[in-house]
């Protein structure tokens, strides 16, 4: 048989046997409220009183290493318990390219950091090209049962996951909290156990490298990650399905957001009963709503209405300190269309348009997050002081004055040519070797310098245990690529 009718045959096959489109969630079967990968099933904390929180960004490859260089430079911290604060971080939420690292260190912890740098050092974009465009995968993709997310999950699985789903995760901390976007609704929804609920669905059999794809489906290159809505179901009976502003009796005008929000959560459980059925949960980029990941861990923080609440955890003790980190890869590259005259291109005006909808969706996010937060426990203290427990508003003004805050951002780059160099790094999936030494180092070095972190260290009574590369180092490494 020659090759071209071996091609044909193979054509053939792979059409009659994919003629579906691919189902990516399970059904839930259980409604013990304790099964799967929940917060509250987590294995117990060496440093109990302190809640370590990392949130990382979108921007491809530029992200992930941004990440990664970030965490690098907390396993430089040593603490009293002879752990580092890269051991001890308790929640890791993350948006697309960052997803890549959040959800390797989920999975590996700091002592494969080596392993997800070789990865990122790969070329990315050459790899997936031949994916999509070499025969097979061409056959494949005329096919409803592959999609265009389907190469990038394969990659991720075949150098990081390994097939591993969210059940590999339970009972480890950090706890993992990929975002992506409801393409349709326009809210993020993060891939937790609650949100699959709603769906009747069981986050623990999903996998690993289908949760980081979604969370990086680049609009128009990539397509949805597709989730199937099993609700309603017999399963979701024994759960707690409270969610801030599913009640009828909400007021909009209390909280637009949490009835905005509440009302998507409704129709993710009404299902096929709703008058307009949603059956289907279509997620993109989760940097289209929220490209820092905050979004998820400002809600635990803040509402005693779902579970987890971690404000109930602050209320009566639990938590005692909260050191927060913002990994902000974003983009912000000089465009030449602010020379030229000329209608911009359709190209242009597309690329444009998404990516400074998801680049700038970031910008003064994490400040009034601070705002908020502050405000939220100064209010949760008031309230303690008029229903006159005192000692629940000492826990909640303690806690808000012991609440770090730490930004690794370019913008706090002094250096105006270095930060633009920074901030000109492209999105993408490859990237030259010299500009992934300086992002290596350059996450380490502005981690170090914020204030609010060295305030976290000096009340976590830490200490560097190594060389952590400056700025000026990470700047003269990135002059080095050029």
Not at 108 to 124: N, V
Not at 293 to 315: D, F, H, K, W
Request: proline share 5%; hydrophobic share 40%.
């Amino acid at each position: 048989m020659s090759k071209v009718s071996r091609l044909a045959a193979l054509a053939l096959c792979l059409a009659l046997c994919a003629c579906a489109y691919p189902t990516r969630n399970q059904p839930l079967a259980s409604s013990d409220p304790t099964y799967g990968y929940r917060w509250n099933a987590l294995g117990a904390d060496d440093m109990p009183e302190t809640l370590v929180i990392v949130s990382a960004s979108g921007g491809g490859t530029r992200a992930a290493l941004l990440a990664l260089s970030t965490l690098k430079g907390m396993n430089q911290i040593a603490l009293p318990n002879h752990k580092s604060l890269a051991d001890e971080v308790d929640i890791i939420s993350s948006v697309s390219g960052g997803s890549v690292t959040a959800g390797y260190f989920a999975a590996q912890g700091p002592a494969k950091f080596d392993t997800l740098e070789q990865f990122l050092r790969q070329d990315g974009m050459s790899a997936l090209a031949w994916q999509y465009f070499n025969p097979v995968g061409l056959v494949k993709l005329a096919t409803p049962h592959t999609e265009r997310i389907d190469p990038l999950i394969d990659r991720f699985d075949q150098y990081l996951f390994s097939g591993a789903t969210f059940e590999s995760l339970k009972g480890r901390r950090p706890f993992l909290i990929l975002n992506a976007s409801d393409m349709v609704e326009g809210v993020p929804f993060a891939l937790t156990q609650g949100n699959f609920d709603l769906i009747c669905s069981d986050l623990s059999k999903f996998k690993l490298a289908t949760g980081v794809a979604a969370s990086a489906a680049f609009p128009i290159a990539m397509s949805p990650v597709t989730l199937t809505n099993y609700s309603s179901c017999p399963a979701q009976k024994g759960l707690d399905l409270a969610w801030p502003g599913l009640g009828a009796g909400s007021n909009w005008y209390d909280n637009s957001e949490a009835v905005a929000h509440g009302r998507v959560a409704k129709a993710y459980l009404d299902g096929r009963s709703a008058p307009h059925p949603k059956d289907y949960i279509h997620l993109l980029d989760g940097g289209i709503t929220d490209n820092l990941g905050i979004a998820e861990p400002y809600r635990m923080l803040t509402t005693t209405e779902v579970t987890p609440s971690l404000l109930n955890e602050i209320g009566n003790g639990h938590i005692k300190r909260i050191v927060y980190v913002v990994v902000n890869a974003r983009s912000a590259a000089k465009s030449g269309l602010d020379q030229q005259q000329a209608t911009p291109g359709v190209f242009d005006m597309l690329m444009g348009t998404v990516d400074a909808g998801i680049d700038r969706s970031s910008l003064g996010s994490f400040e009034r997050l601070k705002a908020l937060l502050q405000s939220e426990l100064e209010a949760a203290a008031d309230d303690a002081d008029d229903a006159k427990a005192p000692e629940l508003a000492a826990r909640y003004r303690f806690v808000s004055a012991h609440t770090h805050f730490a930004t690794v951002d370019f913008d706090a780059i002094s250096d105006s040519d270095c930060r633009d160099n920074f901030h000109s790094i492209a999105t993408s999936w490859t990237l030259p070797q010299r500009q992934i030494d300086a992002l290596l180092q350059v996450g380490q070095a502005l981690l170090v310098q914020d204030p609010a972190f060295q305030q976290a260290v000096t009340d976590l009574d830490g200490k560097p245990s190594g060389a952590i590369p400056t700025v000026a180092q990470a700047c003269t490494a990135l002059r080095l690529a050029e």
